[in-house]
């Protein structure tokens, strides 16, 4: 490893040299809502987006692929462009642009208990959505709150209990219209998965984001945030 | 219900607007809940030994060493690496890359091979990477002046002067405690559900406490080294006076506000110990003799406390002619009143000034061990938080009257209302504070800016009917999602603010720092600046090697 406690561009202690580096969920979380914000995210929406991968990797799942994916496709996208649309049951984008799977997902948390997100008839259709993978935690905050859901999409289908995910097809989707339903309770998954690995790469790329979070320090901050005296003696 | 009385709450607790005002906060003393107390309360009991399997350290003081606590379930390890660090090289701000020593704590007893991999990675810090086995990373730097005298009196076989070992108060200063998941470690979470680590920052203070015992058995290392078999160990009353320094920058300023849940509980739990003390009807001679023992032991460290800048002179003028005050008071303790300790808490805040009550806060609660003990178990927090969409309009903006009354009366419009703002440096990442008027980029601003937080989502929320969701709100108004969610947390946890503007021109850093190293239980509070400060942890403590096996002692 070769140490560069100078570099100025990264956003948290610099990647070792493997391929593969170990994450903390701390770390994760702190790295994801860096980087959402960077991309212009709102800070509470971009904590969301933290939170949402931070759940995905306590259970060995990579979001930051995902999320990485995302952002970098929609960095300055305009809210209005990628925030849903509510109508009685389908939520869909106002245009071209899927929508954001943080936006669909805080909304989704947000009107949980509201009728507009009643799962009544046929489901609620959401969509077509950018990652749905980044969409699971939150559906498993709205199962926590309101029961177990089904999600399906054309080809694939999986269950959402507060805990856990079973059925993991969903992380390969790039772009889908999914439909949200009521689901039975599953048996969740047995023992605690090992922890992730994350892609050296990906992780560059969210540093890169989340550095659009700093400022070059003025000379004046910089020589006033350590004492006025010596630390020499 | 209306509250008769604006200075408590209810539950008898005072009120958040007493409470989280930052020039009270920044006169915070420790106290027995702090966590190192509660900490050595639990290593103390006389259920976990302390040993130093690993001692490699050369004549230049240069090597590797481990300490292990060992309790009933779990043995923790500081692994400690000195090293020969040139003058010049010795700072204890982020920037620095190198440090006379170095730490991890690790979970349970490291092999040769851990201790290889931590060797290549603890003593770059920042630089390295640690892993889900180390709970903690840390270094320190020497106090020069102090290092060099110590060892040439105990070389000599002489003991170090008093007066000298009074000046500085530590041997050692460490800067950055990392815990929580950084640059690897094991995720607080994770460790979260042990009862050892269950109060906050146990895993930190248990690592500066074998850091106290690493200071001394360096120094005495070194004096033998120089001076043979003629030289002297410290004596116990020496080493007593002995703690650990701690220096720290802005970077510590913001976690206050930024675990709001967590901030609630550490200063719910120290009003609850207060209410509980002022509720009593008795004060029995045990607890008077404590009282007492307690206010002799903050003349002694109000005597020895030390500090060039002028807020804190100023500071601990007010504390000493508080303590004269309190010591006549003490002479007519407990009087005739139906409840002593609230009579004498009452004459404290007709009298003191914040330095004074906030010292006398410390005392009443110090003989009350049994008492409040148990609440340090709460001063910990999930800090998950779900936003509540179905809310209405309405019941947010209330909650805003109520909690945050004090930002919605601030003028934003005055430049001194929001003269700074709270950024991150692009070259070390740490938090720090920009000029409005004249620093760039101030759209990068961090979201510290509470006060101005929640007037901008109330102006916002005026054209919204009461009785629309908060979720619909938020749909249209992404950017208010991160206030909504603290004003709804702030809600149900009435200590979560600080109820002050931290982008006003005359807020000072320091306060914020001075309330959570107080939580940390340190004491000597002395800034160097209005955004720097040193302090010293575990003066007068134990140290864990001199401990008997098997015996509890007192704390």
């Known amino acids: ?233 | 219900m209306v509250n008769a009385n604006p200075k408590r709450e209810t539950n008898g607790r005072r009120a958040p607007s007493v409470v989280m005002r930052l020039a009270r906060m920044g006169s915070a003393h420790p106290t027995r809940l702090s966590f190192l107390r509660v900490m050595l309360r639990r290593m103390l009991a006389g259920d976990w030994r302390f040993d130093r399997p690993v001692w490699n350290i050369d004549d230049k003081g240069v090597g590797r060493a481990v300490y292990r606590a060992v309790g009933p379930d779990r043995t923790y390890s500081l692994v400690a690496f000195a090293h020969d660090l040139p003058d010049d090289m010795r700072s204890d701000r982020v920037i620095a890359t190198a440090w006379d020593a170095t730490f991890a704590l690790f979970d349970g007893t490291p092999t040769t091979a851990d201790l290889d991999r931590l060797q290549a990675n603890v003593p770059l810090q920042e630089a390295g990477r640690i892993s889900p086995r180390e709970l903690s990373l840390s270094r320190a730097n020497r106090s020069v002046r102090l290092w060099a005298h110590v060892i040439e009196n105990l070389a000599a076989g002489r003991q170090p002067d008093p007066a000298e070992i009074g000046a500085v108060g530590y041997l050692m200063r460490t800067t950055a405690v990392y815990g929580s998941g950084k640059f690897g470690a094991a995720d607080r979470r994770e460790i979260a559900a042990r009862p050892e680590l269950a109060a906050p920052f146990q895993a930190e203070m248990l690592s500066v406490w074998l850091t106290r015992q690493f200071t001394v058995d360096i120094v005495e290392h070194l004096a033998r080294v120089r001076g043979g078999a003629g030289a002297a160990r410290l004596a116990p009353e020496t080493k007593g006076l002995l703690g650990v320094g701690n220096s720290t920058g802005l970077g510590m300023a913001p976690f206050l506000v930024r675990h709001p849940i967590l901030m609630n509980n550490w200063m719910a739990a120290r009003e609850e110990a207060l209410a509980r003390v002022r509720t009593l009807d008795t004060a029995t001679p045990d607890a008077v003799r404590g009282l007492n023992a307690a206010f002799t032991k903050a003349c002694d460290n109000a005597a020895c406390w030390h500090s060039q800048h002028p807020i804190q002179i100023a500071k601990l003028a007010d504390l000493r002619a508080d303590l004269d005050r309190i010591g006549e008071r003490l002479t007519a303790f407990p009087g005739g009143e139906a409840q002593p300790w609230d009579a004498l808490w009452r004459w404290g805040e007709d009298n003191l000034s914040l330095e004074g009550q906030e010292t006398l806060f410390a005392l009443l609660i110090e003989p009350h061990g049994p008492l409040v003990d148990d609440l340090a178990a709460g001063m910990s927090a999930d800090e998950t938080f779900r936003l509540d969409g179905a809310m209405r309009v309405g019941a947010l903006r209330a909650i805003l009257r109520d909690r945050y009354d004090w930002a919605l009366a601030i003028d934003f419009a005055d430049p001194a209302q929001q003269a700074r703002f709270w950024y991150v440096s692009e070259d070390k990442l740490e938090p720090r504070l920009g000029e409005r008027a004249t620093d760039a980029m101030a759209e990068r601003e961090q979201p510290l800016c509470t006060g101005r937080l929640a007037k901008e989502l109330d102006d916002a929320l005026q054209s919204w009917p009461e009785d629309e969701t908060v979720a619909a709100f938020l749909l249209r108004h992404p950017e208010h999602r991160f206030m909504v969610r603290r004003a709804q947390i702030a809600a149900s946890h009435p200590y979560a603010e600080v109820r002050d503007n931290l982008i006003a021109e005359d807020m000072l850093p320091i306060d914020l720092m001075r309330c959570k190293l107080a939580f940390f239980g340190a004491s000597h509070f002395d800034p160097r600046s209005d955004k720097w400060v040193r302090i010293c942890l575990f003066q007068g403590a134990p140290y864990p090697l001199d401990l008997k096996e098997g015996v509890a002692h007192d704390t």
């Open chain 1, 1 to 233: 490893m070769t140490p560069e406690p100078n570099d100025p561009t990264r956003a948290g202690s610099p990647l070792p040299s493997e391929e593969r580096v170990l994450m903390s969920q701390t770390e994760i979380e702190t790295l994801c809502t860096k980087a959402a914000r960077g991309a212009g995210m709102s800070w509470g929406n971009a904590e969301e987006a933290g939170f949402a991968v931070g759940w995905l990797h306590a259970r060995s799942i990579d979001g930051a692929s995902a999320l990485l994916a995302h952002l970098e496709r929609t960095e300055g996208a305009a809210w209005r462009d990628v925030c849903p649309v509510i109508e009685t049951g389908h939520w869909h984008p106002s245009g071209a642009e899927p929508l954001c799977p943080v936006a669909l997902g805080v909304t989704l948390c947000d009107f949980r208990a509201l009728p507009e997100a009643a799962l009544t008839g046929g489901g609620l259709t959401l969509g077509p959505v950018s990652r749905p993978l980044i969409l699971v935690p939150f559906l498993a905050e709205v199962a926590r709150l309101s029961g177990p859901l089904t999600v399906s999409w054309d080809g694939g289908a999986m269950e959402v209990t507060a805990d856990s995910v079973l059925g993991n097809d969903i992380a390969g989707l790039v772009v889908t219209t999914l439909v949200l339903s009521a689901g039975v309770a599953a048996s969740p998954a047995e023992g605690k998965p090992e922890p992730r690995k994350c892609d050296r790469a990906v992780l560059a790329r969210l540093n890169d984001l989340a550095m659009k979070t700093t400022i070059p320090p003025s000379e004046k901050s910089c020589a006033d945030a350590g004492a006025a005296s010596s630390d020499n003696d």
